[in-house]
């Protein structure tokens, strides 16, 4: 097998997989945990069980149904979101503080909560509404790729990895470096056609979606969002999908 070519230049983010992501939150559930006790700041929740509940997470699943335009059953399709630490990140740009920036040995975008004044900026430029203000803390919070147990020597290597990746019981999400053409993250994008969410948004996001895979069975109704992949692409696909938020 020929070695692709390697990049100097560390790009750690997400690839998940559409195809079999089952929207069980077992990912959110592990992100709000894990960073609640391990933040610095835990992650606020108000009123939790009240009538006018709030709070503050890092990762959510958007569950939806894509109906085929000929009729017919409607499909169920589990979206994942969060920070995508993109190359050109908006956020950064916009924060009149600083407190938003992106690392230069990883490429993870993270907050300075010692320089964030809350103004909010940063959740306006994101595109993909990945950010969110901790009302109880007061600053802004969002997906750190959780750098305290990727870089953790005291943790067995087996649990280096964000914590969304290690509980996701379907193995949906897989973590690496991106920047890497021949990392195990790379080739499966590579494989599997993986794609940006809203690439016409220039924000080159280093996280990579992989898309639903055809089904060896008859097509049915409720398969046709799925064949449209081959007719229009993964972006024409994925654009009827986002309308449906």
């Not at 945990?33 to 391990?38: A, F, L, Q, V, Y």
């Not at 080739?187 to 996001?205: N, Q, Y």
């Not at 898309?211 to 081959?230: G, S, W």
Request: aromatic share 6%; net charge negative.
């Amino acid at each position: 097998m020929t070695e692709l070519p390697q990049s100097t230049k560390r790009k750690l983010g997400l690839v998940i997989d559409l195809d079999i992501c089952v929207g069980c939150h077992a990912c959110v559930t592990a992100c709000k945990g894990w960073n609640t006790e391990n933040y610095g700041v835990p992650l606020s929740d108000i009123d939790a069980y009240g009538d006018d509940p709030s709070g503050t997470f890092l990762n959510r699943i958007h569950s939806f149904e894509v109906q085929p335009e000929s009729g017919g059953c409607a499909q169920t399709v589990h979206f994942p979101k969060s920070c995508l630490h993109c190359d050109d990140a908006p956020c950064v740009t916009v924060c009149p503080t600083g407190a938003s920036y992106k690392r230069e040995d990883d490429g993870i975008v993270l907050v300075n909560e010692d320089a964030c004044i809350g103004c909010g900026l940063c959740a306006w430029a994101c595109p993909y509404g990945a950010r969110e203000m901790d009302q109880a803390a007061g600053v802004m919070k969002k997906c750190t790729l959780c750098v305290d147990r990727i870089y953790n020597d005291n943790l067995p290597e087996i649990d280096r990895v964000p914590s969304c990746v290690r509980t996701c019981p379907a193995g949906a999400r897989h973590f690496g470096d991106l920047g890497d053409p021949g990392s195990d993250v790379s080739r499966l994008v590579a494989e599997r056609g993986g794609f940006d969410l809203m690439p016409e948004m220039g924000t080159k996001p280093v996280n990579k979606y992989l898309p639903p895979r055809p089904k060896d069975r008859p097509a049915a109704p409720a398969l046709e969002p799925i064949a449209d992949v081959k007719a229009t692409g993964v972006a024409g696909w994925l654009d009827r999908l986002l309308e449906k938020f």
